[in-house]
């Protein structure tokens, strides 16, 4: 398992770091076999896994029942866990017991939080020895008031997003995560910042890069966004499902191959 003293040294080393968020057990085992350095439990597991409309709809019983899964997958590699909204931004007594109690159950590395207004919360989070990650740019759990556009596109937008990083890592944040923001913002945060850096949408340059399992791999996805490649197409399962229903239907499976052949019958007294 990677620790926060070798991903560090990975940015300082300029070698890059990936993660992809996954959200359960086999999504989280095919990641640490791959060797991908840290898996992100994302609260976008409510549109991707659990069908709902947006993250807004997450509860922190969500995130504990996939971060759980995710981490039996994945014993062995750096895992993050979204803190849902509606458990930070609160009070500070309620916002450390809901991270505690995330941090203790799921056996996260660390959790994320999103947006620049919780300079406080991860203040207090790592004094209690809980690492947080930092997420700016576009933040899903926003998108009801800033839409799912780009962010920092203006001078102004652009320096507020880098005074925010900034205040981030001062804060304690041990990793920082931008969301579709210009690639030359992204560059420019990258070098300003001594803790690594996660871009998705955010170009090239910075620490790392993180995507979604089923964005990727085109699992289930209706449409993908511009930064998104697909490296396999799991749709493949659909014509498998197709031939399975076919077969099932004419009766050509099961076959003889996939049947138990015991005589039990002839053993059996029946009373017709």
């Not at 998705?200 to 340059?205: H, M, P, S, T, W």
């Not at 659909?238 to 499976?253: A, C, M, P, R, S």
Request: proline share 3%; glycine share 8%.
């Amino acid at each position: 398992m990677k620790t926060l003293s070798q991903l560090m040294k990975m940015k300082h080393e300029q070698t890059k770091l990936s993660m992809v968020t996954a959200y359960d057990f086999p999504s989280a085992k095919q990641a640490q076999q791959a060797d991908i350095d840290m898996i992100l439990v994302g609260d976008s597991l409510g549109m991707t896994v659990l069908g709902y409309e947006s993250t807004v709809q997450v509860t922190i019983e969500d995130m504990i029942h996939h971060g759980k899964a995710v981490r039996r997958g994945a014993p062995d590699t750096f895992v993050v866990v979204d803190m849902p909204i509606g458990t930070v931004g609160l009070s500070d007594e309620d916002d450390l017991k809901h991270a505690l109690r995330l941090y203790q159950e799921t056996q996260a590395n660390a959790l994320k939080v999103e947006g620049a207004h919780l300079v406080s919360f991860i203040q207090k989070a790592t004094r209690m020895g809980i690492p947080i990650v930092s997420h700016l740019g576009l933040t899903p759990q926003s998108v009801g008031v800033m839409g799912y556009k780009l962010q920092g596109g203006t001078k102004e937008a652009a320096i507020q997003l880098i005074e925010d990083a900034k205040a981030m890592e001062e804060a304690g944040a041990v990793l920082l995560v931008l969301e579709a923001i210009p690639s030359d913002l992204a560059q420019v945060i990258t070098e300003k910042l001594t803790i690594p850096v996660i871009g998705i949408g955010a170009g090239k340059d910075t620490d790392g890069q993180v995507l979604v399992y089923h964005d990727m791999l085109n699992y289930g996805v209706d449409r993908q966004a511009k930064f998104v490649k697909q490296f396999a197409d799991f749709s493949i399962g659909i014509e498998g499902l197709k031939q399975y229903n076919d077969e099932v239907k004419n009766g050509t499976f099961p076959s003889e191959q996939h049947t138990y052949k015991k005589k039990i019958m002839d053993e059996v007294e029946t009373n017709d």
